[in-house]
């Protein structure tokens, strides 16, 4: 069985700073696992997967995040927060064609 | 937590035939409720945003004939696909957005067209 944790509901940061956004997953198989962005009344976007090729995974709007087995984490960070990446951010992961398992999401704060 | 049903969990069907597939939001009211689908081992796809009793809005390259999407109460929005092919095969999945904007994910439908 697969599951996903997101360790905090909530993270706030400075325009400017670095973001760390957590997540650590269980899978008995090579997972793929992705994260998301979700905007107020928007859909999910896909910000980066991995699927057992590089395991520092580059995506869109200078977010990276690197699978490490060993820890069971894929965190997801980015150098310097800008006020438009305020969202939803969900971390997912999926071991199999039959099912995806959704983290319950980061709730990531700007602060100017 | 809130909890998103969807029914069927898998439905195999005959190409032609059409099918419906529900989204219910157990305990909370969910305005907006959003369609996706997944291909194995690719990233989620967003088809439309479903909101209470309006049309639903279409992402684009999205066939709205093809998927139909109704929204008719707080609580239950449908996907139909109608005049299925194989090609439609794939796992679907519905989110539900909570009134202070939180997503509640169902569990997903896996579509099988022979």
């Known amino acids: 069985a697969q599951s996903v944790t997101q360790l905090d509901s909530h993270v706030s940061v400075s325009e400017g700073t670095p973001v760390l956004l957590r997540c650590n997953y269980s899978s008995s198989y090579s997972p793929s696992l992705f994260w998301y962005v979700q905007h107020p009344n928007k859909g999910l976007q896909l910000l980066l997967k991995y699927t057992s090729a590089a395991t520092l995974v580059k995506g869109i709007n200078g977010f990276e995040a690197e699978f490490k087995k060993s820890e069971t984490s894929f965190h997801l960070t980015k150098p310097s927060a800008h006020m438009s990446d305020a969202a939803e951010y969900f971390c997912?992961?999926?071991?199999?064609?039959?099912?995806?398992?959704f983290g319950k999401g980061t709730h990531l704060i700007i602060q100017p | 937590g809130a909890v998103v049903s969807q029914h069927p969990s898998r439905v195999i069907c005959k190409s032609g035939t059409s099918v419906k597939i529900e989204c219910r939001s157990l305990d909370f009211q969910a305005t907006t409720m959003f369609w996706y689908r997944q291909f194995p081992k690719k990233s989620l796809m967003l088809m439309a945003t479903?909101?209470?009793?309006?049309?639903?809005?279409?992402e684009q390259g999205v066939e709205k004939d093809k998927f139909l999407i109704n929204h008719a109460s707080l609580t239950l929005s449908t996907l139909t696909v109608t005049s299925a092919h194989p090609e439609d095969s794939s796992f679907y999945i519905c989110s539900g957005q909570g009134r202070g904007n939180e997503q509640f994910f169902g569990p997903g439908t896996r579509l099988t067209v022979l």
């Open positions: 997912v992961v999926s071991e199999n064609a039959d099912g995806l398992t």
């Open positions: 479903s909101n209470e009793g309006s049309k639903a809005t279409y």
